[in-house]
């Protein structure tokens, strides 16, 4: 009977341990599925164009690492400029339960179909850095001042020329990006806004007459397609003339200009370097500037741009509206999208130390290999 008693004893007991071990897992498990809970149970999908360029794969890894260091699950996608890929990357996003997808686009106007897609899921977008076109799926956009990068580019010019002080007349040529990124808009705009009247006053010569953004597009920002362009101006347009400055929209556009350069003859004591702006500081551009072939590159800080990215997903996750700073200008034909906007700084020869060394963006030893 005590033999009895002992065995319904332990038993009870087993019984009772086992349902206690399975509540807890039950309780635990419920916890992490929410953003206030266990993070890592959150995937976040970060869909970026190309690997191609060295800004795009710093994107992504600088996003990844900031969004994995607050605990989420990431899915982190390069597109290599295709866009039926990178539709076809955000659907499986969706398909995997991705709460947040930040896109970095490629076609800023051909994502509408997958991101109605996204918002049926109940998926949040954020635009990164490109607006993303006609569609009222994306919630929040994340970039830097874009108009304020190309005031940058067109203010360096006017300084280096001397334009303010009515010096001139300079040649002067333009190289801008693809039509379909939204940004080369705000670029052309706050760049022509400094440059145009002096344009109009005869103070800078576009001898190839080729000033509209249309004309001086780059598609997908090719490099190549950039140096092609501007070996036919200088051959057609500068046999017997000097070229002093060109507008180059970013770093890649910059390269092909300066290799077109280069080939005409520049980049000689006797035939030195016109002024030639960029965007993004890259490391080959930033060598470039050191080695007096670039003037001027603007810095956009793309770990500050992520700091500010993961704020948002915490944000939207946390039932919060994420912080904005700008409410009017970026319509995307759908809606005026709430954005976050940084500030871009230019860099050359006279800052690149204390811009990019000091910070820790590069090391002095990589401007050297």
């Given amino acids: 009977m005590n033999v009895k008693k002992i065995l319904v004893f332990c038993l009870a007991l087993i019984v009772h341990v086992v349902m206690a071990g399975c509540g807890g897992g039950a309780s635990s498990s419920s916890s992490g599925s929410g953003a206030g809970g266990d993070k890592k149970w959150v995937k976040i999908g970060v869909a970026m164009p190309t690997k191609s360029l060295q800004r795009w794969n710093q994107d992504g890894a ?103 002080d009515g010096k001139g007349p300079f040649n002067f040529e333009i190289t801008t990006g693809p039509l379909d990124d939204n940004n080369v808009v705000f670029f052309y705009k706050g760049a022509m806004d400094v440059l145009q009247p002096y344009i109009d006053k005869g103070q800078l010569v576009v001898k190839s007459g080729q000033v509209s953004r249309e004309q001086c597009a780059t598609p997908s920002w090719d490099e190549a397609k950039a140096q092609e362009r501007m070996d036919n101006i200088l051959t057609t347009n500068y046999t017997n003339a000097k070229l002093d400055a060109v507008l180059c929209s970013n770093d890649s556009t910059s390269l092909g200009v300066q290799s077109a350069l280069k080939s005409a003859g520049y980049n000689t004591a006797d035939k030195p370097m016109p002024v030639v702006t960029g965007q993004d ?25 992520a700091d500010e990215v993961v704020k948002m997903v915490d944000a939207i996750l946390n039932g919060q509206e994420p912080e904005v700073n700008d409410t009017k200008s970026y319509n995307n034909g759908a809606k005026v999208v709430p954005s976050y906007l ?28």
């Fill in 62 to 164: 600088n996003m990844e690492a900031k969004l994995k260091e607050k605990g989420y699950d990431v899915d982190l996608q390069f597109a290599e400029n295709k866009v039926e890929m990178q539709v076809s990357q955000i659907e499986n996003m969706i398909t995997k339960g991705c709460k947040v997808i930040i896109v970095g686009a490629i076609d800023g106007g051909s994502l509408s179909s997958v991101l109605d897609e996204a918002k049926s899921a109940g998926c949040k977008v954020i635009s990164y850095d490109r607006l993303i076109m006609n569609t009222d799926a994306v919630s929040y956009y994340a970039t830097f001042d874009n108009y304020g990068v190309g005031k940058i580019q067109g203010q360096y010019i006017e300084e280096k020329l001397g334009l303010k």
């Fill in 281 to 305: 500081a890259n490391l080959p551009n930033v060598k470039a500037i050191l080695s007096g072939e670039q003037s001027m590159s603007v810095f956009k800080d793309t770990r500050a741009l």
């Fill in 342 to 369: 940084l500030q871009p700084q230019f860099v050359d020869k006279s800052n690149y130390k204390k811009l990019l060394i000091d910070s820790g963006y590069y090391k002095e030893d990589e401007l050297q290999k």
